[in-house]
């Protein structure tokens, strides 16, 4: 996708997502003043302090949790009145504990936060002021139209431009196996004239790569298809972080008078051909296209008659090329057990070591 289609992508999400909230808005205050429900600020507030999380839910799922969320809030801060009626300072204390621990979860929950944060809101929102006759029917009403902003916010946000966050994460994954195919065939093959420079390339790819970590880090704690086959979608950014420590550098490295790889490994061609055919398998998967994968490497078959009479660099680069091809193979059959988990529900994967850590800065 070119620069300008990405940003008029980004212009069209960022328009119908304020549709979306101004929407979620009017009708929180227009249902429950025109039904001459009581207190329609409230459901207002509710949608506001949601829209300002920056997470529009595309799952049904979700409005329910931040219902049940709002109802926990309501009990907590009923059973609170109930329980200090009068001591109005313990009551302050009682409540000033209970909103901290809240917040602590709300901090520390990976997923989706707004839970905690509406049960806090309600728990503050059903003190009346000390009053404790009609404090009952004040917090219900509070807490009901607190639910009600919820149930108008989810409603919206799933039936109008809904959001499947996992499926912009597939695209930009099969986008990056895409580009380290190409780093691959790049590395292997004489670049013609029709081919971008090499700095242009890389920096290309380390863009692509940088924009697919953004995404991963933004929705892997709440977005449904991610959170429910995490350790899968760690393999899948592990494994792009592994073929991009591999590509880049053995790119960086390649001069004009690269070492002829055949006259020192016997299957040199073979075992790009099985490179090629594992990358074509990845791209094929996510395509949607199940198929019989390749379950084995090709073993490098190094001539080491060969290798003695030869200058050291040209064994170093054979050696390098050859370790290259053993790891990129092992890399692209691990991405493919993965696959198989993620998008076909087959096989038995078990999650090996996560992505590594890196800073990413919105």
């Keep these: ?13 960022k328009l119908q997502y304020a549709i979306k909230t101004s929407l979620s808005l009017t009708l929180a205050y227009l249902l ?21 999380t920056g997470m529009v839910s595309e799952s049904l799922q979700k409005g329910v949790l931040r219902v049940l969320g709002t109802v926990l809030g309501a009990v907590l801060g009923l059973s609170l009145i109930a329980l200090f009626p009068q001591e109005r300072m313990v009551y302050l204390l009682a409540v000033s504990v209970t909103v901290a ?10 997923g989706d936060s707004t839970v905690f944060m ?7 929102m059903v003190f009346n002021g000390g009053d404790a006759e009609g404090a009952f029917l004040y917090g219900a009403d509070r807490a009901f139209m607190t639910a009600f902003g919820v149930v108008v916010y989810t409603a919206v946000a799933s039936l109008l431009w809904p959001v499947r966050s996992v499926d912009n994460t597939r695209t ?20 013609d004239g029709a081919s971008p420079p090499l700095d242009e390339f890389l920096t290309t790819l380390l863009a692509d790569s940088q924009a697919f970590q953004a995404q991963f880090a933004t929705v892997k704690n709440h977005a449904d298809g991610v959170t429910d086959y995490l350790p899968e979608w760690n393999a899948v950014v592990r494994a792009c972080e592994d073929m991009e420590a591999l590509l880049l550098p053995a790119l960086k490295q390649v001069s004009r008078n690269a070492v002829e790889c055949d006259d020192y490994i016997r299957n040199y061609q073979p075992a790009l051909d099985h490179v090629e055919r594992l990358f074509g398998e990845v791209d094929a998967a996510w395509r949607g296209q199940r198929g019989t994968r390749s379950t084995q490497a090709c073993a490098i078959d190094l001539n080491t008659e060969q290798l003695r009479g030869a200058k050291h660099l040209e064994v170093a680069a054979v050696v390098a090329r050859a370790e290259l091809l053993e790891k990129l193979q092992r890399t692209l059959l691990e991405l493919l057990a993965a ?5 076909f529900d087959r096989g038995s994967f078990r999650g090996g070591p996560g992505p590594r850590v890196k800073p990413t800065f919105n």
Excluded: C, H, K
């Excluded at 621990?101 to 990976?110: C, P, S, W």
């Excluded at 696959?339 to 998008?343: E, F, P, Q």
């Design 1 to 13: 996708m070119s620069e300008s289609g990405t940003a008029a992508a980004a212009s069209r999400a």
């Design 32 to 52: 429950p003043m025109s039904l001459g429900w009581p207190q329609p600020q409230t459901a207002a507030t509710t949608v506001m302090l949601i829209a300002a």
């Design 101 to 110: 621990v809240v917040v602590y979860l709300y901090n520390a929950y990976q």
């Design 118 to 124: 509406l049960t806090a809101v309600v728990t503050l």
């Design 172 to 191: 930009l994954a099969q986008g990056m196996a895409q580009r380290y195919q190409a780093a691959f065939r790049r590395l292997v093959q004489r670049a």
């Design 339 to 343: 696959l198989d988990s993620l998008l």
